[in-house]
């Protein structure tokens, strides 16, 4: 594994559930897939165990928890004070933002420290159409819920296809500096559904920056290491200033100083969420078997891509995305 993974520590993205109420056009087919069985999802006494033999072994730079829709899990609230006594730099939570309203504070509470949230159109009509059928004012007031509680900052996460979203991207970046929100805009990957939208819909983050700055004032804020978005100031005609992120695994891989490490919900660790693969360690992690765990992560994060090419078919909710 390269040293300068070792070093930064792990991104942790651990998935929690594979269970969705969104059926977004370029993550999940309209009849949804076969979802893992009740007995062969982690636990959280096995999470928190998991994790704690991560950090022994690596480090921890960030903690997000995904899904599916992460809210979704019963009681997460429990995990989420159990994972925030470890003490990871960075604790956030990624979700679609249908049920954060009502979670957001006890979220706040057990220790957890920001959101990011998907918001992939503002008009109404448009976002039934990416969702399957799902009312954005819910998501809205759940970005409400997120700020009043602190969990901030709050991002928001949006994926333009063309031809399906493109019309919303200036309304998105004007609605993200009235409310204080960074907005990220994530290239569509072919993976899972977004394999059959790509060929037409692609719209690289070149493509969206020229379009932003005909009408916003951009400068460059650069990428971090280890970051997967390329931030820039943003300014608005009527002075408004904020930050725009651009995430471009399509046009612009970042793989080189990748430290993401992917647990899936039935306890897969992937190292790289564009190709196929990964070993599960459900059954090492059951027995105790800590050196298999270790080498089982080890193996995977050496699988990072030194192209741009994908390979994964699978559902974006069942690999943790």
Same mark, same amino acid.
């Given at each position: 594994?390269?040293?300068?993974?070792?070093?930064?520590?792990?991104?942790? *993205?651990?998935?929690?559930?594979? /269970?969705?109420?969104?059926? #977004? *056009?370029?993550?999940?087919?309209?009849?949804?897939?076969? /979802?893992?069985?009740?007995?062969?999802?982690?636990?959280?006494?096995?999470?928190?165990?998991?994790?704690?033999? &991560?950090?022994?072994?690596?480090?921890?730079?960030?903690?997000?928890?995904?899904?599916?829709?992460?809210?979704?899990?019963?009681?997460?609230?429990?995990?989420?004070? /159990?994972?925030?006594?470890?003490?990871?730099?960075?604790?956030?939570?990624?979700?679609?933002? =249908?049920?954060?309203?009502?979670?957001?504070?006890? $979220?706040?509470?057990?220790?957890?420290?920001?959101?990011?949230?998907?918001?992939?159109?503002?008009?109404?009509?448009?976002?039934?159409?990416?969702?399957?059928?799902?009312?954005?004012?819910?998501?809205?007031?759940?970005?409400?819920?997120?700020?009043?509680?602190? &969990?901030?900052?709050?991002? =928001?996460?949006?994926?333009?296809?063309?031809?399906?979203?493109?019309?919303?991207?200036?309304?998105?970046?004007?609605?993200?500096?009235? %409310?204080?929100?960074?907005?990220?805009?994530?290239?569509?990957?072919? @993976?899972?559904?977004?394999?059959?939208?790509?060929?037409?819909?692609?719209?690289?983050?070149?493509?969206?920056?020229?379009?932003?700055?005909?009408?916003?004032?951009?400068?460059? $804020?650069?990428?971090?290491?280890?970051?997967?978005?390329? *931030?820039? #100031?943003?300014?608005?005609?009527?002075? %408004?200033?904020?930050?725009?992120?651009?995430?471009?695994? #399509?046009?612009?891989?970042?793989?080189?100083? #990748?430290?993401?490490?992917?647990?899936?919900?039935?306890? /897969?660790? =992937?190292?790289?969420?564009?190709?196929?693969?990964?070993?599960?360690?459900?059954?090492?992690?059951?027995?105790?078997?800590?050196?298999? @765990?270790?080498?089982?992560?080890?193996?995977?994060? %050496?699988?990072?891509?030194?192209?741009?090419?994908?390979?994964?078919?699978?559902?974006?909710?069942?690999?943790?995305?």
């Amino acid at each position: 594994m390269n040293a300068t993974r070792i070093s930064a520590g792990l991104s942790l *993205r651990l998935s929690v559930t594979d /269970r969705c109420q969104l059926r #977004c *056009r370029y993550c999940m087919p309209p009849e949804g897939f076969a /979802r893992c069985a009740r007995e062969e999802l982690l636990g959280d006494d096995e999470l928190l165990a998991l994790v704690s033999d &991560l950090r022994a072994a690596f480090g921890l730079a960030k903690i997000r928890i995904t899904g599916g829709e992460p809210l979704m899990r019963p009681r997460l609230e429990n995990l989420v004070e /159990r994972l925030a006594a470890l003490n990871p730099p960075d604790f956030a939570l990624t979700t679609n933002g =249908l049920r954060l309203a009502e979670s957001a504070a006890a $979220l706040r509470r057990a220790g957890l420290r920001r959101v990011n949230i998907s918001l992939d159109a503002l008009d109404p009509a448009v976002f039934e159409r990416v969702t399957g059928g799902r009312d954005v004012r819910a998501v809205l007031r759940g970005i409400d819920a997120a700020w009043a509680a602190g &969990l901030t900052p709050v991002k =928001l996460n949006t994926v333009v296809a063309r031809g399906l979203n493109e019309d919303q991207i200036e309304n998105l970046v004007v609605f993200a500096l009235e %409310r204080g929100c960074e907005l990220r805009f994530i290239e569509l990957m072919p @993976i899972g559904p977004g394999a059959a939208l790509h060929a037409g819909g692609f719209v690289s983050s070149a493509e969206l920056r020229a379009r932003i700055a005909a009408r916003f004032d951009l400068i460059p $804020l650069g990428r971090e290491a280890g970051a997967s978005a390329e *931030r820039y #100031c943003v300014t608005d005609p009527d002075g %408004r200033v904020g930050t725009l992120g651009f995430i471009s695994p #399509c046009s612009a891989p970042f793989c080189a100083d #990748c430290n993401r490490l992917r647990v899936t919900a039935d306890g /897969r660790f =992937l190292g790289c969420l564009a190709w196929e693969g990964g070993l599960s360690v459900r059954e090492p992690l059951r027995r105790g078997d800590f050196p298999a @765990i270790i080498q089982a992560a080890r193996d995977v994060l %050496r699988c990072k891509r030194d192209n741009a090419d994908f390979t994964r078919h699978a559902n974006m909710a069942s690999v943790g995305g």
